[in-house]
Structure formats: C-alpha cells, structure tokens
C-alpha cells in the first residue's frame, strides 16, 4: 500500500535556526497537505500544494512541492517557541479514494529558548 | 476546529467492557473519520463514512465500530475485542470537493483501568 515517510521523527532547535522537514511518498501524489499538533492539541490545517514544483510561504513558513509530486519539504526560518508541535504531511490514498489520506509519521519540532 | 465536537475529554475503560467515543459536527461535511493515534506513530484510520448510512474501514478496523445515521454524528465504539484500546482517539470531517483539508476535533483520551 501506499507509504508516507517523514524525516526526521525528531528535531531540536535552539531559537533561531532553521528548520526542515521531509515528506516522501511511495506514490505520485495529486496534491499534498501540511498540518501542524501542538503539543496536547489536535492536528491543524496548514496548506495544501497541487502542482508540480509548486512554492507557497506563510511568513516564516515555505512549503515545496517536488517536481515529481512524490516528496515535500517544510521549512521554517529563524524557528520561534510558537513553532513547537508535531508536523504531519499527508497525501491522497492511491488506491483512488478522494476522500482518504495517508499521514506521515510526523516530525516532532522542540525549541530551546 | 470549533465546528467538531468529541466527548468526553478522557475515558476509562474497564476490562471486557465496550465504550463509545461521541463525535459531532455542525460543519455540514458529508465525509467523518476516526483516527487512532499512539506516540511517535502518527495518524492511522480507523473508520471513515463519505455519506449518511455508509461507512468504510480504514487501516486498523478490528475491535473497533461505527455507526452513521446522522450526517452531524459518527461515534465510535471500542470494543472488548480491542487488547490495546490506550490512544488518543481524533475525529475528523472534510467537506465536498476535491481536495478539500481534514478538520479535526480535540480528541479524546482513552486509557485502561
């Protein structure tokens, strides 16, 4: 079945670095979608990426969307405490349901202020 | 979201016991969805309903239930079939079109006694 991998599954910061999270799917994947768990809390949705090489920004925030549609990437500039929470990204099933997702595992984000 | 509502917040289970996690909404969506999810693991489906009166299993159906007789309602009920019911259970709803985001209630925590 259809595999959605992130990488990494933790990453700890100091305030003010960057930060990147990976997104790779097994499938060509027709858009692609980030949602953000603060700690405690419930998944919130962040964006969504549709076409090929496609790049969105949401102030500190840049989201890509690879050339082959199988791999995204978020990035954050200069990370803030705010930041903290669990990055999930999340494609369409494969096998043709428009209404199911596969999730990644997530990417656990900790800030040291 | 403010639109779907889980109760309750937290639930004890006893062993052999059945016990039914409330979901609703006021967000007029046609598609629900039930996910487990346990540390470091992610989102998985559990249940999913796209319309009143039908539902489809997800990736980890077995000890769990559903019903969907009103488009604002989809409760889930873990059973005692269920061996390692200890999650935290999230609803979801999305409404009509392609590509349309997955709102997320606040989840609800099951734990064993």
């Known amino acids: 079945g259809q595999q959605v991998m992130q990488i990494p599954q933790y990453q700890h910061v100091q305030e003010g670095e960057d930060f990147t999270t990976y997104c790779n799917s097994s499938?060509?994947?027709?858009?692609i979608q980030w949602y953000k768990q603060r700690p405690g809390g419930h998944p919130v949705f962040l964006i969504q990426l549709v076409k090929s090489g496609e790049v969105k920004k949401q102030k500190r925030l840049t989201f890509q969307f690879g050339e082959a549609k199988k791999n995204s990437s978020l990035h954050i500039t200069a990370t803030q405490t705010t930041d903290v929470g669990t990055y999930f990204c999340a494609g369409p099933d494969s096998g043709g349901s428009n209404y199911k997702l596969t999730f990644g595992k997530g990417t656990l984000l900790t800030v040291n202020p | 979201d403010g639109g779907i509502t889980q109760s309750p917040k937290y639930l004890f289970r006893k062993e052999g016991q059945n016990v039914t996690l409330s979901c609703e909404q006021n967000l007029n969506h046609d598609a629900m969805y039930w996910y487990r999810q346990d540390p470091g693991q992610g989102l998985r489906l559990i249940y999913y309903?796209?319309?009143?009166?039908?539902?489809q299993k997800g990736d980890i159906a077995e000890g769990y239930s559903v019903s969907r007789e009103k488009k604002e309602s989809f409760p889930l009920t873990v059973t005692s079939a269920q061996k390692n019911p200890t999650a935290f259970y999230l609803c979801?709803?999305?409404?009509?079109?392609?590509?349309?985001?997955?709102?997320f209630g606040d989840g609800t925590r099951l734990s064993i006694l």
């Open positions: 499938t060509t994947l027709s858009n």
């Open positions: 309903s796209q319309i009143v009166n039908d539902f």
């Open positions: 979801a709803s999305r409404g009509k079109g392609i590509n349309q985001p997955q709102h």
